[in-house]
């Protein structure tokens, strides 16, 4: 009995391949399609990220911020001390002025 496989293709098995290549043209379109777009999503995100160039310069500059920020607190401390001091060496001599200021005949 021959095989199936060994007779001569017939018109309908011509037109079921025909049909079949045109169903495997048409979902290689679309998987072309959505490649290209994958692609340009893909360019969009890539101008749109930050590097880890651009990440560490942030860092750097938020650490920069936070040096002077915390040199600024120590400085207000300091200068709070400072200004209570004159603060109460201002009233002593406002004391002593008004006690020169009495004295006057």
């Known amino acids: ?19 079949d290549v045109t169903r495997m043209d048409q979902k290689i379109d679309r998987v072309a399609v959505a490649l290209v777009n994958i ?41 709070g001390h400072v200004l209570t001091e004159v603060q109460v060496g201002l009233k002593d001599h406002e004391g002593r002025i008004k006690t020169l200021e009495s004295a006057r005949p």
């Open 39 to 79: 692609r340009a999503d893909l360019q969009r995100i890539e101008q749109s990220m930050a590097t880890k160039k651009d990440v560490e310069r942030i860092l750097g500059a938020i650490d920069a911020f936070a040096k002077k920020s915390e040199n600024n607190d120590k400085a207000v401390a300091l200068h």
């Open 1 to 19: 009995m021959p095989d199936d496989n060994e007779k001569p293709a017939t018109k309908a098995d011509v037109a079921v391949i025909k049909t």
